[in-house]
Each structure stands twice: as C-alpha cells, then as structure tokens.
T-cell receptor, first 109, second 116 residues
Framework: DAKTTQPPSMDCAEGRAANLPCNHS???????VYWYRQIHSQGPQYIIH???NNETNEMASLIITEDRKSSTLILPHATLRDTAVYYCIVRAYTDKLIFGTGTRLQVFP | GAGVSQSPSNKVTEKGKDVELRCDPISGHTALYWYRQRLGQGLEFLIYFQGNSAPDKSGLPSDRFSAERTGESVSTLTIQRTQQEDSAVYLCASSRKLQGAAEKLFFGSGTQLSVL
C-alpha cells in the first residue's frame, strides 16, 4: 500500500509556481521521499528525492517539513509541458517503489 | 541506446495465447523492475531483479506470469494463456542500485498489450 496522501488534481497557470503537497505522516527514519511524474503515454520520470533536508535540482525543489510528515514539490515556473501526474513516494533502500494514485497537475495558458 | 528499451511497443494477441515482452535496461544497471499499468490507473509492481536473481516476485498476479533475466542485461516477462484482464501497459525500469544510497529508477516507454 502507498504510504502517502496527495490531492487527486490541481491546476496551475503557466509561468506561476506549482506547489504539490504530499502527506506521509507514518514515514520511518530510513525512508526517503521521492517524486516522479508521468506525462501522458510515457513511462514515469524521476524528478527529485530527499531524506531530511530541502533539495533543489534543475527540475524542481523539494521542501520537507522538520518532522518529515509532509513535503511539497515546487515547480518554480510551470509550463504546459509540466502537465502530468505527479507521484510522491516514500521508500527505504531495500523496498520496492510503490506508486499511489498521484496528483494530476493541469497547467493552463 | 542511452535509455531503457522495451519491445514490442504494441502487442495485440488473442485470448489464450502466450506473449513475451522484452526489456533492455541501461548498461551497468544492476536492478530491473517490471510494473503494470491498466488504463486510467496507477502502476502495479510485478517483480524486481537484482542481477539475475529475483528477490521480490510478490506482485506477479498469477502463475501465468513469469519473468527471467540474463545476467545484468535483458529481461523477458512472459504471460501464458493471456486473458482480457491482462490488457495493460507493461513498464520496465532499471537502476544502478548502489548499496545504501537513494535509488533513481529510469523507465522505458512500455509495451501496450491488448488481449482480444
């Protein structure tokens, strides 16, 4: 079973920041938070991951609360090509990646 | 190629026939995963390989499903006596699986299986 809770859908205006929340209140100390996205008809794409600290890469930023019970993925300047289903996953090293239902992000002009 | 390659991209078969789906992982990736995605639904884990052994087969839905992997290379997912409920996109992913490190999976584009 997925260990995360995400809103089923969100909208964002092109050029604005998209903030996608994820609740993982039962996360264990050795579990990472991962984000993937799936654009229509493609395989999922890795975005970012973190353990305790906030992380940033060329695609996005990941903000993890101090108690690690929730996180937010930030796409700083959303484009139409960012329209996708975004999956938040918590996983320890030895575990398989379990995908939930994700958040369907619609970026509109 | 630089990415995970899956073949065929599309497969149409008749109910009761056997099918083989192939996955070529990224060179050097020791871990390989198979997932299934039915229309409009999320990804279901099927099986995981580390090298050519399969420590986790817990997601295989029935004994009609089997998979093998040759060394740290190609994997084949076989579905025997296909049923209409097997219709889905079958996705393969690979990773370097470094001990103790966070793992990034790279996915192929999948095989769309349609059972008539």
């Amino acid at each position: 079973d997925a260990k995360t809770t995400q809103p089923p859908s969100m909208d964002c205006a092109e050029g604005r920041a998209a903030n996608l929340p994820c609740n993982h209140s039962t996360i264990s100390g050795n579990e990472y938070v991962y984000w993937y996205r799936q654009i229509h008809s493609q395989g999922p794409q890795y975005i970012i991951h973190g353990l305790k600290n906030n992380e940033t890469n060329e695609m996005a930023s990941l903000i993890i609360t101090e108690d690690r019970k929730s996180s937010t993925l930030i796409l700083p300047h959303a484009t139409l090509r960012d329209t996708a289903v975004y999956y938040c996953i918590v996983r320890a090293y030895t575990d398989k990646l379990i995908f939930g239902t994700g958040t369907r992000l619609q970026v509109f002009p | 190629g630089a990415g995970v390659s899956q073949s065929p991209s599309n497969k149409v078969t008749e109910k009761g026939k056997d099918v083989e789906l192939r996955c070529d992982p990224i060179s050097g990736h020791t871990a390989l995963y198979w997932y299934r995605q039915r229309l409009g639904q999320g990804l279901e884990f099927l099986i995981y390989f580390q090298g050519n052994s399969a420590p986790d087969k817990s997601g295989l839905p029935s004994d009609r499903f089997s998979a093998e992997r040759t060394g740290e290379s190609v994997s084949t997912l076989t579905i025997q006596r296909t049923q209409q409920e097997d219709s889905a996109v079958y996705l393969c992913a690979s990773s370097r699986k470094l001990q103790g490190a966070a793992e990034k999976l790279f996915f192929g584009s999948g095989t769309q299986l349609s059972v008539l």
